[in-house]
Protein backbone atom coordinates (compact mmCIF):
# COMPACT_ATOMS: atom_id res chain seq x y z
CA UNK A 1 0.00 0.00 0.00
CA UNK A 2 1.23 3.78 0.10
CA UNK A 3 3.74 4.86 2.31
CA UNK A 4 4.75 8.15 3.67
CA UNK A 5 7.93 9.10 4.87
CA UNK A 6 9.26 11.32 6.65
CA UNK A 7 12.90 12.42 7.74
CA UNK A 8 14.06 12.84 10.02
CA UNK A 9 12.39 11.73 13.33
CA UNK A 10 13.24 13.68 15.50
CA UNK A 11 15.12 17.08 15.60
CA UNK A 12 16.57 18.98 18.76
CA UNK A 13 17.37 22.24 17.89
CA UNK A 14 18.24 25.84 19.44
CA UNK A 15 16.25 28.31 19.21
CA UNK A 16 16.84 31.02 16.58
CA UNK A 17 18.28 27.47 14.51
CA UNK A 18 16.36 26.62 11.37
CA UNK A 19 14.32 23.46 10.64
CA UNK A 20 13.38 21.32 7.86
CA UNK A 21 11.47 18.23 7.81
CA UNK A 22 11.08 16.28 4.70
CA UNK A 23 8.18 14.05 2.88
CA UNK A 24 8.37 11.21 0.59
CA UNK A 25 5.36 9.38 -0.59
CA UNK A 26 5.63 5.79 -2.23
CA UNK A 27 2.86 7.43 -5.33
CA UNK A 28 1.79 10.48 -6.55
CA UNK A 29 -0.18 12.87 -4.77
CA UNK A 30 -3.12 14.96 -6.15
CA UNK A 31 -2.51 17.43 -2.97
CA UNK A 32 -0.37 17.42 0.34
CA UNK A 33 -1.26 18.72 3.64
CA UNK A 34 0.16 19.46 6.56
CA UNK A 35 -0.22 19.36 10.13
CA UNK A 36 1.13 20.23 13.27
CA UNK A 37 0.44 17.78 16.71
CA UNK A 38 1.33 19.52 20.07
CA UNK A 39 2.03 16.85 22.81
CA UNK A 40 -1.38 15.55 24.12
CA UNK A 41 -3.18 17.24 21.06
CA UNK A 42 -4.84 16.68 18.31
CA UNK A 43 -3.32 17.28 14.47
CA UNK A 44 -3.77 20.98 13.23
CA UNK A 45 -3.98 21.83 9.69
CA UNK A 46 -1.56 23.91 8.58
CA UNK A 47 -1.43 24.04 4.90
CA UNK A 48 -2.47 22.48 1.59
CA UNK A 49 0.00 22.03 -1.66
CA UNK A 50 -1.75 21.07 -4.63
CA UNK A 51 0.68 22.24 -7.52
CA UNK A 52 3.25 20.67 -8.94
CA UNK A 53 6.49 22.78 -7.74
CA UNK A 54 4.34 24.96 -5.31
CA UNK A 55 5.67 26.96 -3.09
CA UNK A 56 3.59 28.81 0.34
CA UNK A 57 4.72 30.82 2.97
CA UNK A 58 3.14 31.41 6.49
CA UNK A 59 5.32 33.64 8.41
CA UNK A 60 8.55 31.37 9.38
CA UNK A 61 6.83 28.30 7.72
CA UNK A 62 7.77 27.59 3.63
CA UNK A 63 6.25 24.88 2.57
CA UNK A 64 6.84 22.99 -1.24
CA UNK A 65 5.68 20.43 -2.92
CA UNK A 66 8.03 18.82 -5.33
CA UNK A 67 7.17 18.59 -9.00
CA UNK A 68 6.78 15.25 -9.13
CA UNK A 69 4.22 15.57 -6.72
CA UNK A 70 5.84 13.00 -4.77
CA UNK A 71 7.14 14.60 -2.18
CA UNK A 72 7.33 17.98 0.04
CA UNK A 73 8.88 19.69 2.52
CA UNK A 74 8.27 22.27 5.49
CA UNK A 75 11.06 24.79 6.16
CA UNK A 76 11.02 26.98 9.79
CA UNK A 77 12.95 29.79 9.48
CA UNK A 78 14.18 30.71 13.27
CA UNK A 79 13.03 28.33 15.38
CA UNK A 80 10.85 29.23 18.40
CA UNK A 81 9.85 27.40 21.32
CA UNK A 82 6.24 27.76 20.85
CA UNK A 83 7.39 25.47 17.19
CA UNK A 84 7.62 22.63 19.53
CA UNK A 85 5.51 19.49 18.41
CA UNK A 86 5.22 17.02 16.01
CA UNK A 87 4.62 17.58 11.83
CA UNK A 88 3.37 15.17 10.03
CA UNK A 89 2.78 15.75 6.48
CA UNK A 90 -0.46 13.40 5.01
CA UNK A 91 -0.98 12.39 1.20
CA UNK A 92 -4.00 12.86 -0.42
CA UNK A 93 -4.12 10.34 -3.65
CA UNK A 94 -7.82 12.03 -4.91
CA UNK A 95 -10.23 10.49 -2.98
CA UNK A 96 -10.02 12.30 0.33
CA UNK A 97 -8.27 9.79 1.92
CA UNK A 98 -5.36 11.09 3.70
CA UNK A 99 -2.39 8.65 4.69
CA UNK A 100 -0.34 10.39 7.26
CA UNK A 101 3.78 10.64 7.33
CA UNK A 102 5.62 8.83 9.75
CA UNK A 103 6.32 12.37 11.31
CA UNK A 104 8.84 14.36 12.47
CA UNK A 105 9.36 15.94 16.58
CA UNK A 106 10.84 18.89 16.60
CA UNK A 107 12.26 19.95 20.46
CA UNK A 108 13.38 23.79 20.84
CA UNK A 109 15.85 24.61 23.68
CA UNK A 110 15.59 28.15 24.85
CA UNK B 1 -12.50 28.23 11.71
CA UNK B 2 -14.52 24.91 11.24
CA UNK B 3 -14.74 23.11 14.55
CA UNK B 4 -15.32 19.53 15.44
CA UNK B 5 -16.63 18.02 18.57
CA UNK B 6 -15.21 14.72 19.98
CA UNK B 7 -16.78 12.99 23.51
CA UNK B 8 -15.73 11.78 25.62
CA UNK B 9 -11.88 12.88 25.92
CA UNK B 10 -10.77 10.01 28.29
CA UNK B 11 -12.31 6.87 28.76
CA UNK B 12 -11.05 4.34 31.17
CA UNK B 13 -12.54 1.19 31.75
CA UNK B 14 -12.64 -2.54 32.18
CA UNK B 15 -11.69 -5.39 29.84
CA UNK B 16 -14.79 -6.73 28.21
CA UNK B 17 -16.43 -3.07 28.41
CA UNK B 18 -17.66 -1.76 25.07
CA UNK B 19 -17.24 1.92 25.08
CA UNK B 20 -19.16 4.62 22.25
CA UNK B 21 -17.07 7.71 20.98
CA UNK B 22 -19.19 10.77 19.86
CA UNK B 23 -17.78 13.30 16.76
CA UNK B 24 -19.86 16.12 15.91
CA UNK B 25 -19.56 19.02 13.22
CA UNK B 26 -20.59 21.75 14.72
CA UNK B 27 -20.70 24.50 12.55
CA UNK B 28 -20.48 23.01 9.11
CA UNK B 29 -22.51 19.75 7.54
CA UNK B 30 -19.38 16.93 6.96
CA UNK B 31 -19.99 14.78 4.06
CA UNK B 32 -17.39 12.52 5.14
CA UNK B 33 -15.85 11.41 8.21
CA UNK B 34 -12.52 9.76 9.64
CA UNK B 35 -12.06 7.47 12.44
CA UNK B 36 -7.86 7.26 13.31
CA UNK B 37 -6.36 5.63 16.10
CA UNK B 38 -2.44 6.91 17.36
CA UNK B 39 -0.77 4.80 19.46
CA UNK B 40 2.12 6.55 21.35
CA UNK B 41 4.87 8.44 19.56
CA UNK B 42 3.55 7.29 16.81
CA UNK B 43 1.97 8.48 13.25
CA UNK B 44 -1.81 8.30 12.53
CA UNK B 45 -3.71 5.92 11.30
CA UNK B 46 -6.43 5.80 8.93
CA UNK B 47 -9.52 3.16 10.43
CA UNK B 48 -12.13 3.80 8.43
CA UNK B 49 -14.32 6.51 6.33
CA UNK B 50 -17.64 6.66 6.55
CA UNK B 51 -20.51 8.44 4.49
CA UNK B 52 -23.44 10.05 5.90
CA UNK B 53 -26.16 7.49 5.57
CA UNK B 54 -24.12 4.48 4.33
CA UNK B 55 -21.70 1.68 5.81
CA UNK B 56 -18.58 3.07 6.69
CA UNK B 57 -15.31 1.42 4.41
CA UNK B 58 -12.78 0.07 6.84
CA UNK B 59 -9.03 -0.09 6.20
CA UNK B 60 -7.03 -3.57 5.53
CA UNK B 61 -6.71 -5.06 9.10
CA UNK B 62 -9.24 -3.36 11.07
CA UNK B 63 -12.20 -5.69 12.39
CA UNK B 64 -15.28 -3.70 11.35
CA UNK B 65 -17.09 -6.23 14.13
CA UNK B 66 -14.97 -4.97 16.41
CA UNK B 67 -14.94 -1.25 15.41
CA UNK B 68 -18.59 0.00 14.91
CA UNK B 69 -19.12 3.14 13.30
CA UNK B 70 -22.46 4.96 12.87
CA UNK B 71 -22.90 7.68 10.62
CA UNK B 72 -26.65 8.91 11.05
CA UNK B 73 -26.66 12.40 10.50
CA UNK B 74 -24.23 15.20 8.65
CA UNK B 75 -23.23 16.21 11.60
CA UNK B 76 -22.60 13.22 13.85
CA UNK B 77 -20.23 10.25 13.68
CA UNK B 78 -19.79 7.34 16.49
CA UNK B 79 -17.15 4.87 16.83
CA UNK B 80 -18.25 2.14 19.07
CA UNK B 81 -15.23 -0.06 20.31
CA UNK B 82 -16.86 -3.29 21.38
CA UNK B 83 -15.57 -5.37 23.92
CA UNK B 84 -12.18 -3.81 24.55
CA UNK B 85 -9.45 -5.02 25.50
CA UNK B 86 -6.26 -3.39 27.04
CA UNK B 87 -4.56 -3.72 23.16
CA UNK B 88 -7.07 -1.23 22.22
CA UNK B 89 -6.48 1.24 24.48
CA UNK B 90 -5.32 4.11 21.98
CA UNK B 91 -5.71 7.52 20.97
CA UNK B 92 -8.81 7.95 19.33
CA UNK B 93 -9.01 10.86 16.96
CA UNK B 94 -12.17 11.64 14.69
CA UNK B 95 -11.96 14.14 11.68
CA UNK B 96 -14.27 15.66 9.29
CA UNK B 97 -14.56 17.17 5.63
CA UNK B 98 -16.75 18.69 3.40
CA UNK B 99 -16.80 17.60 -0.03
CA UNK B 100 -13.08 18.22 -1.32
CA UNK B 101 -12.10 20.27 2.00
CA UNK B 102 -9.31 19.89 4.61
CA UNK B 103 -10.39 17.42 7.50
CA UNK B 104 -10.97 19.43 10.92
CA UNK B 105 -9.86 17.27 13.66
CA UNK B 106 -11.72 16.53 16.98
CA UNK B 107 -9.98 16.81 19.99
CA UNK B 108 -9.09 13.21 20.23
CA UNK B 109 -10.12 10.88 22.49
CA UNK B 110 -7.42 8.72 25.17
CA UNK B 111 -8.93 4.96 26.23
CA UNK B 112 -7.50 2.84 28.31
CA UNK B 113 -8.41 -0.14 29.07
CA UNK B 114 -7.80 -1.93 32.55
Known amino acids: GQQVMQIPQYQHVQEGEDFTTYCNSSTTLSNIQWYKQRPGGHPVFLIQLVKSGEVKKQKRLTFQFGEAKKNSSLHITATQTTDVGTYFC??????????FGTGTRLLVSP | GAVVSQHPSWVICKSGTSVKIECRSL??????MFWYRQFPKQSLMLMATSNEGSKATYEQGVEKDKFLINHASLTLSTLTVTSAHPEDSSFYICSAARGNQPQHFGDGTRLSIL
Open chain 1, 90 to 99: AGNTGFQKLV
Open chain 2, 27 to 32: DFQATT
